[in-house]
């Protein structure tokens, strides 16, 4: 299995100010994902976190408003550009250690004012 | 159209009761996963099936492929069981797509 760590667990940030949210595995693990989850919904993909390269983005989601790094195999960091009350929601990271079972982090819950 | 329809949207149980959630996939899916996402909003890994069916305490699940379709079968529901429950499948690129989700509540 793998452990996700994330931080900060929860944010309030002002509309137009960006933030970071950083996500750590305990082991290496190749392929990293970023899932936005509104309240009383479904989670949904936005990103998938490529290790030393652009990361490649769902219909919906882009590079300038959520720009995404991931340095090595175990981090990888989220970036909420130009915030917006709509953007407020949970954000959870999650990887693969192989073919089988993905694993989630905590989530990062963000209200944007 | 949604790749998971997850079914039903809401569930209430009482004590000691079951039920069964069910998830039904619109393309050929590789593997299915369950999840229960409690009050704090953590997502808990239940099972992963790429086929067959998995027993673990109260909860049981089957994946059958050949048919697209997933069950979460619930029995002696308790107070703690109580969340939100999600099917999340995985086609051939192993991206999951969630289904929206089922609100069960337990009660006494």
């Known amino acids: 299995s793998v452990l996700l760590y994330q931080k900060p667990n929860r944010d309030i940030c002002q509309s137009g100010t960006s933030l970071k949210i950083q996500c750590v595995a305990d082991?290496?693990?190749?392929?990293m994902f970023w899932y936005q989850q509104f309240q009383e919904q479904s989670l949904m993909l936005m990103a998938t976190?490529?290790?030393?390269?652009?990361?490649?983005?769902e219909s919906g989601f882009t590079k300038d408003k959520f720009p995404i790094s991931r340095p090595n195999l175990t981090f990888s960091t989220l970036t909420v550009n130009n915030a917006r009350p709509g953007d407020s929601s949970i954000y959870f990271c999650?990887?693969?250690?192989?073919?089988?079972?993905?694993?989630f982090g905590p989530g990062t819950r963000l209200l944007v004012l | 159209g949604d790749q998971v329809e997850q079914s039903p949207s809401a569930l209430s149980l009482h004590e000691g009761t079951g039920s069964a959630l069910r998830c039904n996939f619109t393309?050929?899916?590789?593997?299915v996963q369950w999840f229960q996402q409690n009050s704090r909003g953590s997502l808990i890994n239940l099972f992963y099936?790429?086929?067959g069916t998995k027993e673990n305490g109260r909860l049981k699940s089957t994946f059958n492929s050949k048919e697209s379709y997933s069950t979460l079968h619930i029995r002696d529901a308790q107070l703690e069981d109580s969340g939100t429950y999600f099917c999340?499948?995985?086609?051939?690129?192993?991206?999951?797509?969630f289904g929206k989700g089922t609100k069960l509540s337990v009660k006494s």
């Open positions: 999650s990887s693969r250690a192989g073919q089988d079972t993905q694993y």
């Open positions: 082991s290496q693990v190749v392929s």
């Open positions: 976190a490529n290790e030393g390269s652009e990361a490649t983005y």
């Open positions: 393309t050929t899916m590789r593997a």
């Open positions: 099936l790429a086929s």
């Open positions: 999340a499948a995985g086609g051939s690129n192993a991206k999951l797509t």
